[in-house]
């Protein structure tokens, strides 16, 4: 232990992140000394062959490293905002909400749905079983409802507010999002925020207290009235109203930063085992205007947890390559290294882990049905 002391101590002092995940991956190799295998190893396949792994927990000194490491490459991503401050309902009708940030909530469309379950957090260290169970929202995703848009301009008032209000009657009917903001900055509740809303499907992302996967539970839905690269992408009305509604959630459940993301970060697709099965806010999403760090540069969980991939038709999505896939990449090839296993052969593991934990959420999802 006084061994990996000394060199988190030296990578401390490794300003750029990057450059100190690869020294700690350079120095968990050559600290890595031989142990025995586990004796019991599942078998899964692999190019045709059936090879024989071991799913177990990270060296003490390789997982403790390991998420201190998390903690300094997320905290050094950017200038991180003072928290949220505190904000307060002052008003409600039977129409509306007024908080004390200036933040008014449309309920002419709110809706209920099922109740919100309990969820399970899964250990960063691995593992298929859960440590814990939450059952208040940790975090936000936000969309775009890739809906049908006509050009900004004060001619379109009269079609603007008809798309607008045809939007709205979908949204309800489907129950996609908790919150809707529409290109005037109007704020609307569609899904009560004590039930689950059927916005983020397959999806996975982790904070310093573990993994969460499916987030209908677990993160509250927002979405943003409009489509992927239309030239009036987002209006600085939505992005005003983006920043009110996301300082009331925030200080409502004391919502981390990091746990405010997008959909493209967060949506995965089991099948392929590919990361970006929808792709709303793949990039320029204004994390500055809405009073967030730039939550690109974080790890994307999917890849360093669950050894997903991602494909060019996803990287030209983004625009613009996301810092966190890099830091992303570099953990799976350090953890792999520390393992003492081919990266191909280690991520294979994690994928073996994630389809486990899927596989139990379907049993548990159909029993609560019957």
């Known amino acids: 232990m006084a061994q990996f002391s000394i060199i988190e101590k030296r990578a401390s002092r490794i300003a750029d992140p990057v450059e100190r995940l690869r020294f700690l991956r350079l120095q968990m190799r050559e600290q890595r000394k031989p142990r025995a295998l586990p004796s019991w190893r599942p078998a899964f396949l692999i190019a045709g062959l059936v090879i024989m792994v071991a799913i177990v927990p990270l060296p003490t000194g390789t997982a403790e490293t390991f998420v201190k490491e998390r903690r300094l490459t997320g905290s050094e991503r950017a200038a991180v905002p003072s928290p949220a401050p505190r904000v307060w309902l002052v008003d409600k009708s039977g129409t509306q909400e007024l908080y004390s940030n200036g933040l008014r909530i449309d309920l002419t469309f709110a809706v209920s749905n099922r109740p919100r379950d309990r969820f399970p957090i899964f250990s960063l260290a691995g593992g298929p079983d859960p440590m814990k169970e939450g059952n208040a929202p940790v975090g936000i995703v936000y969309h775009t409802t890739e809906s049908n848009l006509a050009p900004f301009e004060q001619g379109e008032n009269r079609r603007l507010q008809r798309l607008g209000r045809n939007l709205m009657e979908w949204v309800r009917q489907d129950r996609s999002y908790h919150y809707v903001i529409d290109r005037f900055g109007r704020v609307y509740r569609v899904v ?21 996967v499916n987030l209908n539970d677990s993160f509250l839905g927002v979405s943003f009235e409009g489509q992927t690269g239309a030239v009036d992408e987002v209006t600085p009305a939505q992005i005003s109203a983006g920043r009110v509604l996301t300082e009331m959630l925030r200080s409502r459940y004391g919502i981390a930063a990091e746990n405010c993301v997008t959909h493209a970060q967060v949506s995965v697709n089991p099948q392929n085992m590919r990361i970006g099965v929808h792709t709303d806010w793949a990039g320029k999403f204004p994390f500055a205007g809405v009073g967030l760090p730039d939550n690109y540069s974080l790890p994307v969980a999917s890849l360093f947890l669950f050894g997903f991939e991602y494909d060019s038709v996803f990287l030209r999505a983004t625009g613009a390559r996301w810092r966190g896939l890099d830091l992303a990449e570099l953990q799976v090839a350090r953890q792999a290294a520390a393992e003492n296993l081919e990266t191909r052969r280690y991520r294979a593991i994690l994928q073996h882990r994630y389809k486990d934990i899927a596989s139990a959420l379907k049993e548990k999802s159909e029993e609560l049905k019957k």
């Open 192 to 212: 009560q925020e004590a039930d689950a809303a059927n916005h983020a499907g397959t999806s996975i992302w982790a904070d310093s207290k573990g993994a969460y």
